[in-house]
């Protein structure tokens, strides 16, 4: 104890300059915008290629996990497209390139095979939602703002604003991007906000992340006069064009009235697990940009999904 007391004291000056010179980065960084999105974009890249490093390592010694997770997924998905009748049959895989899951180009593939994400079936080469598949590489749950790093980036055509997805429902949206690593808005994060509706009544709300339990969410705007069943399936609205209508978000788990409200205070379990989260789908809504030109020269404000 002595020794350490006397290297501090020792050491003074210059563990203070230290920790003076940090906490002024800190508040630089903090309070400049420009400076925020510059530091961002740079410890994206390096932190990356950290992250892909230690997932190479930890993969190696749950290969039979993963592996036996994704023949469970790939018996799910098989199941659920071969349907009993011949003529509306989808074909049964996604061809994906051998040497990575992340060089996969879904716009170079030779038939129009399909993926059911959620409810939601999406053709991997419909122009309007092109899929590019990704590997989550970093995946935080005990934060209030929580988000996942994935291995693909602008050379595989991933954008700032983008939706992920996975087979199981919503992930979340990508927020940075470097060359091949993008940083993702999960939903798990308190300013992610995502239009949604119940599939039973086409009843409209708002998903929000209620901050604590990284299993559940809360479906906002639903009116009291509506009626709700345990149960009811909670999907996707596509107002926002970000991501397809009707992709799974979760199930009503519990509904109150308060008392000041003249809305239902409704719980929704999420469909995606984000405790074992491996493998997710980038999606692209081409119109989009297209379609917030012309509302913004109707005078409309285009409404945001997450502003993180």
Known sequence: MNNLLNFLFRYRGILVFGLLEVLSLYLYVRNSSYQKAAFFNSANAYTGEVLAVRTRVYD????????????????????????????????????VAQDSLSQARLSKLARPDSLLLGLRQIPTRDPDYPLIPARVINNSLRKVDNYLTLNVGTVDGVKPGMGVLAAAGVVGRVKVTSEHYAT??????????ISAKLQRDGTFGTIKWLGDDPTQALLDYIPRQNKLVRGDTVVTSGYNAIFPEGVMIGRVESFVKE?????WTVRVRLAVDFTKLT???????????????????AGIKPEEEDKP
Not at 184 to 193: C, D, F, I, M, N
Not at 279 to 297: C, H, N, Q
């Open 184 to 193: 993702v808005t999960s939903v798990l994060h308190s300013k992610t906000s």
């Open 60 to 95: 190696y010694f749950r290969l039979f996990e993963v592996n036996r997770n994704l023949v469970a997924e790939n018996a799910m998905l098989r199941q659920q497209l071969y349907r009993p009748d011949l003529a509306g049959r989808e074909a049964e895989t996604l061809p």
């Open 259 to 263: 008392p000041d409200k003249n809305f």
């Open 279 to 297: 493998y997710v789908y980038v999606v692209s809504a081409r119109p989009k940009a297209e379609r917030d030109t012309v509302e913004v020269r």
